[in-house]
């Protein structure tokens, strides 16, 4: 079997990293791993039960415990879970537990796609340094909340716009700080500055990229 061509992208809160990951994974018919799910989902079930995020040892025992099956159906994309999620990510311990299951899903992609994109905050740096193309996608901390604010509204319509850009600037403050996997871009990484680039605009900046790999790799 051919060695997967994995794509990873990092970036902070709603840069459009999710939204390029799907495009991408749809346009070359890759698998899509969501890392930020994981985060989620053992910040969900650790609340679930009634766990502090800040309390290591149950967050580390929920992570090793973690199965995708558990989280479906569950509500994580809220800024608490967000919130949550960015505080458990922390522990050595819970970001250890959910490493192997995010690299064998780049070294052996479901449903033998012949490649996986992966989006989160460590993959072209810890997950996948050997990823085949890396991207680091940003934007302006205003224009990521206005963005993250909009998607919010319909569950909560009460949610004051300055709120979201407070919790964003938070959590990626506590994603670049922390010691083990900080949010940073791999030096090998293409920047990805979609601040003023419509989604259309920022795929097709993608997908130049990735197309250039391809015709270098054969
Ligand atoms: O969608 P959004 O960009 O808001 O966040 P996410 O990708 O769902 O990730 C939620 C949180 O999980 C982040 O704030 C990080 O703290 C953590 N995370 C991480 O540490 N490493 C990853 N590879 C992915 C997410």
């Known amino acids: 079997m051919q060695t997967p061509f994995v794509i990873a ?3 902070p809160a709603a840069s459009g990293k999710g939204t390029l990951a799907r495009l991408i994974s749809e346009h070359y018919g890759f698998a899509h791993l969501d890392t930020g799910t994981l985060y989620r989902g053992v910040a969900w079930l650790l609340l679930a039960e009634g766990g ?12 090793r415990e973690f199965d995708t099956a558990k989280i479906v159906g569950a509500d994580i994309r809220t800024k608490e879970v967000g919130a949550a999620a960015s505080v458990v990510a922390a522990d050595p311990a819970v970001r250890a537990a959910l490493l192997e299951f995010q690299r064998r899903y780049a070294a052996n992609p479901p449903n033998s796609a012949s490649g996986a994109v992966l989006d989160g905050r460590d993959i072209g740096t810890v997950v996948c340094p050997e990823a085949t193309v890396k991207f680091f996608v940003t934007a302006g901390a205003k224009v990521r909340s206005h963005r993250r604010w909009l998607e919010l509204l319909d569950a909560r319509p009460e949610l ?11 959590r990626d403050a506590r994603d670049a700080a922390r010691s083990d996997a900080p949010m940073i871009a791999a030096d090998d990484a293409e920047l990805l500055d ?6 259309d605009a920022a795929f097709a900046a993608a997908r130049r990229v990735i197309d250039g790999v391809f015709r270098r790799c054969g």
């Open 194 to 199: 979609t601040t003023h680039l419509s989604i």
């Open 52 to 63: 502090d995020p800040a309390e290591g040892d149950a967050a580390a025992r929920v992570a």
């Open 160 to 170: 004051e716009e300055s709120t979201v850009y407070n919790d964003l600037i938070e």
């Open 9 to 11: 992208l990092d970036g």
